[in-house]
């Protein structure tokens, strides 16, 4: 672990927020490069949309999914610096501010939605590796003897205490390693416009919903099963669905 990356005076810079920032950053620039020089400037302003959008999605569901605490503390609901985001609630967001910005400027969103998808693994590869910093997602409890203990290593939970836990955080990132390379793969596919970005957040939502499986933080539940599992598994059927319905109707928007 190694949550604090650096010191501004008294001030600590969180390396799980220098991930996210770096990841956020890759997009932006990513999205501005790889529009159509015509429509560089409005696309920028779509992931601008959608940036804002997740933010706020995905503290927003977090503080749902936590909202035992923050009836009693509703002021630090916006104190986002402090930690607390849902991925899921951050996709829902991001989808929803693209989709109002581009329907205002009558821009299309499949095509915009495909060039998320390189930045969209890449956020996962950052966001795995700034909770491995920070000691959040952290697995399940392993006892020894139990089958697949061999996998796991020593980590502290939310308190610091040590104990040997599947290790969700490494596996996240190597998920988003080989993630890149699916995506990679896909490229020599022929695929109609949206397909690309929703067989990104497949693949996102895939690592996800599995690691929800074998994680130890603290979750609600519902229905016997944690709320992320719920959430990130409703995202996979979201974007498998959305793949098998574009590469089946691809002259539909």
Known sequence: MHPVLFRLGSIPVQTYTVLIDLGLAVGLTWVYLGAPKAKAGRWLDAALAAVFGALAGARLVYCFA???????????????WQGGLDWSGAVLGGVL???LYCSRAREP???????????????SLLGWGGCLAAG???????????????????????????????PTQLMGIIW??????????????????????????ALVALGAFGLSFLRGDPDPFMSGLRLDTLT???VLLFAAGGWVWRVRKPHVL
């Not at 499949?110 to 969209?120: I, M, N, T």
């Not at 089958?147 to 104990?163: E, I, T």
């Not at 896909?186 to 990104?200: D, I, K, L, N, Q």
């Open 66 to 80: 936590n909202s035992g605490y923050y009836f009693e503390h509703p002021e630090e609901v916006i104190m986002i």
């Open 176 to 201: 988003s390693a080989l993630a890149l390379g699916a995506l990679w793969l896909a490229a020599r596919w022929s695929w109609p416009s949206g397909a690309r970005g929703f067989y990104a957040l």
């Open 97 to 99: 501010g693209a989709g």
């Open 109 to 123: 969103l499949a095509p915009f939605f495909d060039l998320l998808a390189w930045p969209l693994v890449i956020l």
């Open 232 to 234: 990130s598994g409703l």
């Open 136 to 166: 959040c997602a952290y697995g399940a409890e392993l006892a020894p003897g139990q089958p697949l203990a061999w996998l796991g290593m020593n980590a502290p939970d939310l308190y610091g205490l040590m104990a040997l836990r599947w």
